[in-house]
């Protein structure tokens, strides 16, 4: 008995068919789409979305009103299925996982409106136990991810690269880490979630290999000059790469024009016995966004904060703005 075909190679199979100009008169079933999806196919996920989009914003109108707050959490639904859709666990329920990721959305939206905390989590947590091939699938849909963060303005990027795949999530995190205010934050996610959910529901499911290229490589490079800065210290390679008219902002003060202030705190820092870990280096486009961790000497435990947040704009292979933040928690430990 031969095995039965996968629904997503099936899938794939129709739409080559129907690209040829047959008519294949077949529909997948959501199962199908959701397990194709699965299987990294961006296409099938962009379908899937399609189906419901109509139902989960009658959902969201009901729930939050006219306004673009409703645009908004359908938005979200979109981006947190694209994320999440590899922690599905049965396939068949997909329309009603996706509703109940469109409420847990629209009663975020809600509190924020009274200004609660947010603490709705996803449906469907990923099992701590799940496979390497489990985890394996959901590689795809992350390289569309980053392919679509490149496509977006650096502004968008920035701020979408630190909500979705970064420790500090916060909008008064974010806003401290840009130096913006909260309601540039908001609009600025609003605007990228409208831009990345379009992208989704047209595109063909492929992904650029020379920019998923060029972020590995960036992601190297960084890696090795801090810790070629921690352990042999290469202090000059590391600041050779910024640009010396660099534009550094930290918090709420003054931006400081140069980069004689970054090379003062490395001095400092180094002196004093204090190493800077990166725990987690994102990278699309123009901008990366590095998490670290301070590791202090055992004699000054708390010379520097736990950590550290640097959001680098790159213009012709120098680094000419950063954003610097120092945060009283450290970045999480998994990579999400």
Known sequence: MTKPEPAFELFRRLMHLKSMGYETHILPNDAELALAAQGGDCRCLGLLLERHRARLYATALNMLGYGSDAEDAVHETFLIALRRIGEL??????????????????????????????????????????????????????????????KLPEPLQATAMLRYFGSYQSYEELAAILAVPIGTVRSRLSEAKRKLAEMLLETAGLVDADARSQSHSRQQFYSEIFSGLNRHGERDRFLGHFAEDLHLVRGSSEPVLGRSFLAGEIDSDTEAGVRLEPQRILSASHVTVIEGLFINPPEDPFHCPPGVVLVIFQRDGKARRLHLHLSPRPPRNEDD
């Open 89 to 150: 666990k049965d396939p068949q329920a997909v329309g009603g996982w996706l509703r109940t990721v469109l409420h847990r959305c629209c009663l975020q939206q809600l509190r924020r409106r009274r200004r609660e905390v947010l603490t709705a989590d996803i449906p469907d947590r990923p099992d701590e136990r799940a496979s390497i091939e489990e985890r394996l699938e959901k590689i795809a849909l992350r390289e569309w991810v980053w392919d679509a963060l490149r």
